[in-house]
């Protein structure tokens, strides 16, 4: 390619995004990370069985209501919500015969660093989903205002970035 050769770049299909992706919503405060979430969430609404929420900032300005019953939002990432979701998702696909029919669950965690700390200990619970929930059929997006935020264990996770 010369200098001022012109790449084609294909319109971005959402299509393509597999219901077990992890996806990083990543950019600097006020930039559309939540509403780029939001819009994926409201197109993908019927592929996901379900939703849990992780947001210090939901409560304030209710960005997922519409989609997310508040009895599966909460402030700060609980552990013990994730170790449910991994015990509930592996015992329904226990139950059936071919994994194809259970749809998948969706963990969304709005900003990472607010969180890092307990989730890169929580092992068995989100680093283990990040790492292994395509087995469970469990999706995790999250936003991050810097790539750094989130340790190398944690990007080398990302199916899919979404850059603001």
């Given at each position: 390619m010369g200098r001022y050769d012109l790449v084609k770049i294909k319109k971005?299909?959402?299509?393509?995004i597999k219901p077990d992706y992890v996806i990083n919503f990543n950019g600097k405060r006020g930039s559309g990370k939540t509403?780029?979430?939001?819009?994926?969430?409201?197109?993908?609404?019927?592929?996901?069985?379900?939703?849990?929420l992780f947001s210090?900032?939901?409560f304030a300005n209710k960005?997922?209501?519409?989609?997310?019953?508040?009895?599966?939002?909460?402030k700060k990432y609980k552990p013990d919500v994730v170790h449910r979701i991994i015990k509930k998702q592996a015992?329904?696909?226990?139950?059936?015969?071919?994994?194809?029919?259970?749809?998948?669950?969706?963990?969304?965690?709005?900003?990472?660093?607010?969180?890092?700390?307990?989730?890169?200990?929580?092992?068995?619970?989100?680093?283990?989903?990040?790492k292994n929930g395509r087995h469970l059929k469990t999706a995790v997006w999250l936003t991050t205002q810097k790539l750094q935020d989130s340790s190398q264990n944690i990007r080398e996770q990302y199916?899919?970035?979404?850059?603001?």
């Open positions: 971005f299909n959402p299509d393509n509403n780029a979430m939001k819009n994926l969430l409201y197109t993908f609404r019927h592929r996901f069985s379900g939703a849990s210090e900032t939901e960005s997922f209501g519409y989609n997310i019953p508040s009895t599966y939002i909460s015992s329904k696909l226990s139950k059936l015969k071919n994994n194809d029919l259970l749809p998948p669950y969706l963990i969304l965690l709005e900003d990472l660093n607010a969180h890092k700390k307990i989730i890169e200990t929580d092992v068995d619970g989100m680093i283990w989903i990040m199916d899919l970035i979404f850059l603001f």
